[in-house]
């Protein structure tokens, strides 16, 4: 089936830092999702990706859909606590007919004060 | 408006038992998607119903596992007999149309020992 390799697994770092994550697959994705969650909480959806090349910020968070559809990675400016919990990447194909999205196995972040 | 709901939040069965989790979509939410993770893993995909039907159902582990949404409703996830592997948390999201963001549930820990 379809994977997706997320890394890194997991990243401490302290408050301010900017931080990377990135997804990359040996399948070609329409639509690139990144997605957060919180303790004891489902995914949230951060950024929706859905050409090529995209390029999407949202607040301190910048997301891009890689050229060659197979890639895309996440950055996070100027870390603050509440951006602690876990990050997934999501891909999801169109072409097949299917809706289901495959997801990274996330990128645990913690932040220090 | 309320998010999509999970019931129950937590449950810890015997190997061998049946368990049922039940999600709520949200109001007037047709499709409706079942995934779960297993720890430290990937959120896999299990199904996806559109109104009472089951649209794909290849991400099903085994015949152990029924989901219902009689009425295009709530769904219910019945596992029966649980075992070991079955841990994980489940995972329900819901979307008003295939191209539309879904909106995931709080998800159900089950723990089987």
């Known amino acids: 089936g379809q994977q997706l390799n997320q890394s890194p697994q997991s990243m401490f770092i302290q408050e301010g830092e900017d931080v990377s994550m990135n997804c990359t697959s040996s399948?070609?994705?329409?639509?690139w999702l990144w997605y957060k969650q919180d303790p004891g909480e489902g995914p949230v959806l951060l950024i929706a990706l859905y050409k090529a090349g995209e390029l999407t910020s949202n607040g301190r968070l910048t997301a891009q859909f890689g050229i060659t559809r197979k890639d895309s990675f996440l950055n996070i400016s100027a870390s603050i606590p509440s951006d602690v919990g876990i990050y997934f990447c999501a891909g999801q194909r169109e072409d097949t007919g299917r809706r289901a999205l495959t997801f990274g196995s996330g990128t645990r972040l913690q932040v220090q004060p | 408006e309320a998010g999509v709901t999970q019931f129950p939040s937590h449950s810890v069965i015997e190997k061998g038992q049946t368990v049922t989790l039940r999600c709520d979509p949200i109001s007037g939410h047709d499709n409706l998607y079942w995934y779960r993770r297993v720890m430290g893993k990937e959120i896999k995909f299990l199904l996806h119903f559109v109104k009472e039907s089951k649209q794909d159902e290849s991400g099903m582990p085994n015949n152990r596992f029924l989901a219902e949404r009689t009425g295009g409703t709530y769904s219910t996830l019945k596992v029966q007999p649980a075992e070991l592997e079955d841990s994980g948390v489940y995972f329900c999201?819901?979307?008003?149309?295939?191209?539309?963001?879904?909106?995931f549930g709080q998800g159900t820990r089950l723990t089987v020992v």
């Open positions: 999201a819901s979307s008003a149309s295939l191209n539309t963001e879904a909106f």
């Open positions: 399948s070609i994705f329409n639509t």
